[in-house]
């Protein structure tokens, strides 16, 4: 189902765009130059949905269905009690970045049983924001093993609930994670969008960084 367009979209990114419509436009400026596709990946109510919403200049695409009986038996509901619906296929959306670059955002179930899913939605994608929740660290291990699996270079964001445990340090979050040293890791508030924005950009710069075609 489509969702309301969000209120915290990214104006300041839109200012940086001549020619593009403003608010809820879904026209692209004529210098747009590099469209990219990119996944935002992470487990079962870690803020997918919430940070597409956050970011997204035209109105998001979700496909939220409520809670079944039978998802709450298998997706851990610690920490997300008050959850109502769960995203049963994708979360699109679009954003324009300074340098003439636009990602295209798909969001997508981390857990193992959409691995079919997921290499479905992968498809054509240049890299991944895989979204680690701060009070279930372990819940983010499938969605790593289907990144790593796919090759697709990605970045974390740690997005801190206030009711997680405390994690001390950069470094012991890395050795818990098995994180690569190069593996771009940030916290982030996915209701904001520009806390959403700069883990974006943090995965845009790694990809850049890999790829001399992006970098031209
Ligand atoms: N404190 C905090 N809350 C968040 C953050 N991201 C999401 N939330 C809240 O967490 C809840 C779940 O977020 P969703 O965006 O539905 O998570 P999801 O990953 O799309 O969930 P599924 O599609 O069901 O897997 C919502 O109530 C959000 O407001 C965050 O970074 N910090
Ligand atoms: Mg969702």
Same mark, same amino acid.
């Given at each position: 189902?489509?969702?309301?367009?969000? !209120?915290?979209?990214p104006s300041a990114? #839109?200012?940086?765009?001549?020619?593009?419509?403003?608010?809820?436009?879904?026209?692209?400026?004529?210098?747009? *130059?590099?469209?990219?596709?990119? &996944?935002?990946?992470?487990?079962?109510?870690v803020?997918?949905? $919430?940070?597409?919403?956050?970011?997204?200049?035209i109105?998001?695409?979700?496909?939220?269905? @409520?809670?079944?009986?039978?998802?709450?038996?298998?997706?851990d509901? !610690?920490? =997300? *009690?008050?959850k109502?619906? $769960?995203?049963?296929?994708?979360?699109?959306? #679009?954003i324009?970045?300074?340098?003439?670059?636009?990602? %295209?955002?798909?969001?997508? @179930?981390?857990?193992?049983?959409?691995?079919?899913?997921?290499d479905?939605?992968? %498809?054509?994608?240049?890299?991944?924001?895989?979204? =680690?929740?701060? *009070? #279930?660290?372990?819940?983010?291990?499938?969605?790593?093993?289907?990144?790593?699996?796919?090759?697709?270079? %990605?970045?974390?964001a740690?997005?801190?609930?206030?009711?997680?445990? *405390?994690?001390?340090?950069?470094?012991?979050?890395?050795?818990?994670?098995?994180?690569?040293? /190069? /593996?771009?890791? =940030?916290?982030?508030?996915?209701?904001?969008?520009?806390s959403?924005? !700069?883990?974006? &950009?943090a995965?845009?710069?790694?990809?850049?960084? #890999?790829?001399?075609?992006?970098?031209r």
């Open positions: 189902m489509a969702s309301a367009p969000s !209120d915290s979209a990114c #839109r200012e940086t765009l001549p020619g593009a419509g403003g608010p809820g436009s879904v026209h692209l400026p004529d210098t747009a *130059r590099d469209l990219v596709k990119i &996944l935002v990946a992470g487990p079962f109510g803020g997918k949905t $919430t940070l597409i919403d956050s970011v997204s200049e109105r998001p695409l979700h496909t939220e269905e @409520p809670l079944s009986e039978a998802s709450a038996q298998v997706d509901l !610690d920490g =997300v *009690r008050e109502a619906t $769960t995203t049963v296929a994708i979360d699109f959306g #679009r324009s970045l300074p340098g003439d670059v636009v990602l %295209y955002l798909f969001g997508t @179930p981390g857990q193992e049983r959409f691995r079919s899913l997921w479905d939605i992968a %498809y054509g994608a240049l890299g991944a924001l895989v979204l =680690v929740d701060s *009070r #279930r660290l372990d819940a983010s291990f499938d969605v790593l093993g289907l990144v790593e699996e796919s090759g697709l270079p %990605y970045a974390v740690f997005n801190a609930f206030p009711d997680a445990p *405390r994690h001390h340090g950069e470094e012991r979050l890395r050795r818990a994670l098995d994180l690569e040293p /190069t /593996t771009p890791l =940030v916290t982030c508030d996915a209701r904001d969008a520009g959403s924005i !700069d883990a974006l &950009l995965l845009v710069d790694h990809l850049i960084g #890999r790829d001399p075609v992006e970098a």
